[in-house]
């Protein structure tokens, strides 16, 4: 079965840098584009950034723009975002998800139980 299992939320304070990972199992991750969204307290739920799938190209929200990357490694099935630069405001649980239909969550047909990101000084 398509499983997503995220990793590498922590604490880290304004400023600071993450690594998060996404390890996809039960499907061919090399035919799938990958998305990271995030979902704030009390707030909907916001794509992040999308990545095809041979990482020949990688797409922004215009919030997080020159601050995060998403990258690939197809050989170890694995998704990931580097955060730089954090903010309190992008506290958040951060998921990744299999993206079928563009980048927003209607098109997500798999997504991961999340990795909590707290951005607090």
């Known amino acids: 079965q398509v499983q997503l299992v995220e990793s590498g939320g922590d604490l880290a304070q304004p400023g600071g840098s993450l690594r998060l990972s996404c390890a996809a199992s039960?499907?061919?991750?090399?035919?799938?584009?990958m998305s990271w969204a995030r979902q704030a307290p009390g707030k909907g739920l916001e794509w992040v950034s999308g990545?095809?799938?041979?990482?020949?190209?990688?797409y922004y929200a215009d919030s997080v723009k020159g601050r995060f990357t998403i990258s690939r490694d197809n050989a170890k099935n694995t998704v990931y975002l580097q955060m730089n630069s954090l903010e309190p405001e992008e506290t958040a649980l951060y998921y990744c998800?299999?993206?079928?239909?563009?980048?927003?969550?209607?098109?997500?047909?798999?997504w991961g139980q999340g990795t909590q990101v707290t951005v607090s000084s």
């Open positions: 998800a299999r993206s079928v239909v563009g980048w927003g969550a209607a098109g997500y047909d798999y």
């Open positions: 990545i095809y799938s041979d990482g020949s190209d990688t």
């Open positions: 039960g499907f061919t991750f090399s035919s799938y584009a």
